[in-house]
């Protein structure tokens, strides 16, 4: 892992975790649920919802891999190779 990604990663998350950060991703959540509970919505309406569906289904992906990517937790294939003919 590069040392700058990893922190920059490290960063990033701590920013998402402020009140800030958090308030955001409320707000999304309350539009989402307002739209989906909106009476003969618009398609724009449902274009919205589907989008901040599929965006804070990614957002989890990408949140859950820079994670494990700050904290280090990747081992390259060769790595585990090698591993497995050093026992």
Do not use: W
Not at 26 to 49: F, G, S
Not at 53 to 68: A, D, G, P, V, W
């Amino acid at each position: 892992m590069s040392n700058n990604a990893g922190r920059l990663a490290q960063n990033f998350l701590s920013l998402i975790e402020t009140k800030q950060g958090k308030e955001i991703f409320e707000t999304l959540n309350q539009i989402m649920e307002l739209l989906e509970t909106k009476d003969n919505p618009e398609m724009t309406e449902v274009c919205i919802v589907g989008n901040l569906t599929e965006f804070s289904e990614k957002f989890q992906i990408m949140r859950h891999n820079l994670q494990s990517y700050s904290n280090g937790k990747r081992t390259l294939l060769g790595d585990k190779l090698s591993e497995l003919y050093d026992e």
